[in-house]
């Protein structure tokens, strides 16, 4: 009974946030360059990618939009690529700082050195993701790096060391590390880290034909029961463990794998800017969901006056899941799980869909 109460409640303040869609993170991918080579990489991001990407100067005038536009309680994020290998990294930190934002950045950690972060906390960087993807071995084998998992946990300790105000751990779980979360927990708890995030890899960029990268749906239902089994116990010791953002799931399982609810607040309260100005939600959003440009037109506009596939979700009646029993709650799920022109996600948490045609007959 109290379940229904917190659903209704949480139903409606959903709704609600749809209605406003305030603009509450704004991630810019300020290069699509990466020293890395990840089996996994949604973007297909290269070593030196060719493509064109936004200046300096144009990152620092979105900046400036954004700060005249919606203010400075805008939580931006720093992605890529890799954010690090920005050669103009500093001035546009320094321009969030001076503007007042609380901003933060998405990164491998392989730049990350005591100096790069002395800097970063010269200019108060607020928030900072590091990824730690298992053991040695499954580490090395997803970056497509012998040396990956060396270096990430030297950056592990440095940043723990400098106490940024937020500072979390991704995991993206796949077959050969499905079996070693243990591990990777007491690794964590071992560097004194708080907050982890469970990821699934979906199948997109560089992963969308790897199936040795995919959990299947029982493994999926297996990363949910580790968790569900270890979140109060690694709680009680100082580690919060949460299943990512990524897929609905029905409320009361939610509860015990998740801090919050499930809600994709992708262009809801979530846009993105990419490196060649498209304007999307989440940034690793099909490009089917891409808004607009910044090149040639205003953002601010954009985000107030689109985003419809995002916000009513009409779409989802011309697909499979307008069958399912749950479709008024999930709404589809998370965003960055569907292409416009298909009629089904690319996985679902709680429907096997490879195996049954229509939703409704696996409840």
Not at 69 to 89: A, D, M, Q, Y
Not at 178 to 187: F, G
């Amino acid at each position: 009974m109290l379940n229904l109460l917190k659903k209704s409640i949480f139903d409606s303040y959903k709704k609600y946030e749809i209605r406003k869609h305030s603009l509450e993170y704004l991630f810019l991918e300020i290069t699509n360059e990466c020293n890395f080579s990840c089996l996994h990489c949604g973007s297909d991001c290269k070593t030196s990618s060719g493509t064109p990407m936004l200046t300096t100067e144009s990152w620092l005038e979105i900046i400036n939009h954004v700060y005249f536009s919606f203010g400075n309680s805008v939580r931006i994020i720093l992605t890529g690529g890799e954010p690090l290998l920005h050669p103009n990294l500093e001035l546009i930190c320094q321009h969030l700082n001076s503007l007042g934002f609380k901003y933060g950045m998405v990164t491998n950690g392989w730049l990350l050195s005591e100096s790069k972060i002395a800097m970063l906390k010269q200019h108060r960087l607020h928030s900072i993701t590091l990824s730690l993807d298992g053991k040695y071995e499954s580490h090395n084998k997803l970056r497509n790096n012998p040396n990956a998992f060396n270096n990430v946990t030297n950056a592990l300790k440095l940043t723990a060391a400098a106490k940024f105000p937020l500072f979390d751990v991704v995991t993206c779980v796949y077959p050969s590390n499905l079996n070693e979360l243990d591990e990777i927990a007491a690794m964590l708890v071992h560097f004194n880290i708080k907050r982890w995030r469970l990821f699934r890899i979906f199948p997109s960029g560089r992963a969308a034909d790897n199936n040795e990268i995919l959990l299947s749906y029982e493994q999926t239902r297996q990363m949910l029961e580790w968790i569900k089994h270890n979140k109060s116990k690694y709680g009680e010791i100082g580690l919060n463990i949460n299943l990512s953002c990524e897929g609905w799931l029905p409320f009361a399982e939610d509860m015990q794998v998740r801090d919050m609810p499930f809600f994709c607040r992708s262009g809801i309260n979530i846009a993105s800017i990419l490196a060649n100005g498209d304007i999307t939600g989440c940034s690793n959003n099909h490009e089917s969901f891409v808004q607009g440009n910044v090149l040639t037109e205003n953002f601010a506009f954009i985000w107030n006056k689109r985003f419809l596939p995002f916000r009513k979700r009409d779409w989802i009646k011309r697909t499979v899941c307008n069958a399912c029993k749950h479709v008024k709650s999930c709404q589809g799920g998370s965003i960055h799980l569907w292409e416009l022109d298909k009629n089904r996600p690319n996985f679902c948490y709680v429907v096997d869909l490879d195996k049954k045609d229509k939703p409704e007959e696996n409840q």
